[in-house]
């Protein structure tokens, strides 16, 4: 497999259920995030990953859990998760070198997620 | 407050003809803007990137255009083909910025293309 891949690519959980979504990128890069899409919104960036640390955490609740075990894989852990955290969960990564903008983001297909 | 707007939600245009959406920024420290084109069930992917140094950049049959002083940015689909129909993500970053890791995401046109 090439690129950004995303499992599940759909889930449907209740508020009191555990899940995790999973990202696996094969590109070689050294960085990965987690961006959010909700209707008519920005892309949010939730969390970034650089080297397997993280770098950048946006406020997101502590309902959201990220993992980065490795370069190449990213896991979002959820929790007691409302229905308004109900979108598409996107994974993403770079070849990001601190200080320099290189730009491209490759992203995978997204989690379409749905809180009851 | 966003810093990156599409004021145009949608936007229809008749195939052959050109396509033009907008971007329009309120940060000046931004300095690098790209685009991204997302189909609907598929992540987005990059089109065009501009450096805040240069007004224009060309790529085939995309273009797109900053105006520094203006804080805005276009981007230019000639001619326009049905398979360009999707939502489109105007995006900024700067210096400020830690590389990508703060890209800031407008909310999306999406360009119907019409046959």
């Known amino acids: 497999e090439t690129g950004v891949t995303q499992t599940p690519r759909h889930l449907v959980m209740g508020m009191t259920n555990k899940k995790s979504l999973k990202c696996e990128q094969h590109?070689?890069?050294?960085?990965m995030y987690w961006y959010k899409q909700s209707a008519k919104k920005p892309l949010e960036l939730m969390f970034v990953?650089?080297?397997?640390?993280?770098?950048e955490n946006n406020s997101v609740p502590s309902r959201f859990s990220p993992e980065c075990p490795n370069s190449s894989h990213l896991f979002l852990h959820l929790h007691t998760l409302q229905p308004e955290d109900s979108a598409l969960y996107l994974c993403?990564?770079?070849?990001?070198?601190?200080?320099?903008?290189?730009?491209?983001?490759?992203f995978g297909e997204g989690s379409r997620l749905t809180v009851l | 407050d966003q810093q990156v707007k599409q004021n145009s939600p949608s936007l229809s245009v008749q195939e052959g003809r050109i396509s033009i959406l907008n971007c329009d920024y309120t940060?000046?420290?931004?300095?690098?803007f790209l685009w991204y084109k997302k189909y609907p069930a598929e992540g987005p992917t990059f089109l065009i990137s501009?450096?805040?140094?240069?007004d224009k950049n060309e790529d085939g049959r995309f273009t797109v255009f900053l105006n520094k002083s203006a804080k805005h940015l276009s981007l230019h689909i000639v001619p326009s083909q049905p398979g360009d129909s999707a939502v489109y993500f105007c995006a900024a970053s700067g210096r400020f910025n830690f590389g990508n890791e703060k890209l800031t995401f407008g909310t999306g046109t999406r360009l119907t293309i019409i046959p």
């Open positions: 990953y650089s080297l397997e640390e993280r770098v």
């Open positions: 993403a990564s770079s070849q990001g070198v601190s200080g320099v903008n290189t730009g491209e983001l490759f």
């Open positions: 940060n000046s420290m931004f300095d690098y």
């Open positions: 501009i450096s805040s140094i240069k």
């Open positions: 590109l070689g890069h050294n960085a």
